[in-house]
């Protein structure tokens, strides 16, 4: 895998992604329950300090595997998920819009409109952050309805998880205040190989020209050195074209704030770490004390 010892300024995050990311990691980890809680080790379990290291990782493992993580976050998470969704939502655009099957594929991939938004809102919960890109494939070149239709070119909805909504700014234009730029983490599969998957990272930045105001694209694609390691990143700047003409706003949108702020299941997070330590605890009181011990008694030389 490449590494990335050198720093480069598209790689960097908004203050408040810095500030939420570890809380994002916690809930994350939680809803995926025992087992990756119990990978994360000391993380989450602190080892008790001891001079012989091998005996006291055997015994930290031991103490690990006694504890019990009910997972409590994933369950309240399931349980509001389907409170939202235990109805079908109500579309409210044009009947053309929905006769014409554009909610049966609206992310390219398949998933419809509801399940596209029961999804993404089940990730949302989680961290309390994501957003929605609107965008189209590429066309060569101005080509008509007819042929768009053909060709199967529409807009479709993209979704961002919370982690990789790096940065934003906004700025004042036209006497109100715009998003102005994005920068956005992919991982994109790079593969060229039957039955394989090769990842690189790269980034999308949704900008707004400072001079004209119109909307584009650039993409970040790393290029490496001979030890695997990022040397620059090539750009390439996409112009986004609506019927001819550009547009002057960002087709994004973020969830459910402007910002993100504290997660609601955060300190139930909180909790369910501390009850699964103070199970930890406790079983290995009870393993240290109720030990069936033999022992003689009356007996002398």
Not at 82 to 95: A, K, S
Not at 111 to 130: C, E
Not at 244 to 271: H, N, Q, R, S, T
């Amino acid at each position: 895998k490449p590494t990335d010892k050198k720093k480069f300024s598209i790689q960097n995050v908004h203050p408040a992604y810095a500030k939420r990311c570890p809380e994002w990691k916690i809930i994350r980890d939680c809803v995926e329950g025992s087992d990756t809680i119990k990978a994360a080790g000391q993380a989450y379990l602190p080892m008790a300090s001891g001079r012989d290291r091998a005996e006291r990782i055997a015994r930290y493992e031991a103490y690990k595997q006694r504890a019990v993580f009910v997972n409590f976050v994933g369950q309240a998470l399931e349980f509001m998920h389907g409170l939202i969704f235990r109805r079908c939502p109500t579309i409210t655009t044009g009947t053309s819009f929905v006769t014409d099957g554009k909610t049966a594929n609206v992310d390219r991939k398949g998933r419809s409109l509801y399940q596209f938004a029961s999804d993404t809102s089940y990730d949302v919960m989680q961290t309390g952050f994501g957003a929605y890109l609107l965008d189209m494939p590429a066309a060569n070149g101005v080509i008509n309805q007819s042929e768009a239709e053909r060709l199967g070119i529409r807009p479709y909805i993209k979704f961002y998880t919370a982690e990789n909504v790096c940065w934003w700014d906004y700025r004042e234009m036209g006497g109100a205040e715009q998003l102005c730029t994005v920068i956005l983490r992919e991982n994109v599969d790079v593969s060229s190989e039957d039955f394989t998957h090769r990842y690189e990272t790269h980034y999308r930045v949704l900008r707004l020209d400072k001079v004209t105001g119109e909307y584009y694209q650039t993409i970040y694609s790393p290029v490496y050195d001979e030890n695997g390691d990022i040397k620059e990143f090539e750009t390439r700047d996409v112009y986004i074209m609506v019927q001819g003409k550009p547009i002057y706003y960002l087709p994004f949108v973020m969830l459910p704030y402007e910002e993100p702020e504290k997660p609601m299941l955060y300190d139930m997070a909180l909790m369910n770490i501390a009850h699964y330590q103070s199970t930890a605890d406790y079983k290995n009181g009870v393993k240290m004390t109720t030990i069936p011990t033999g022992y003689i008694t009356g007996y002398t030389e």
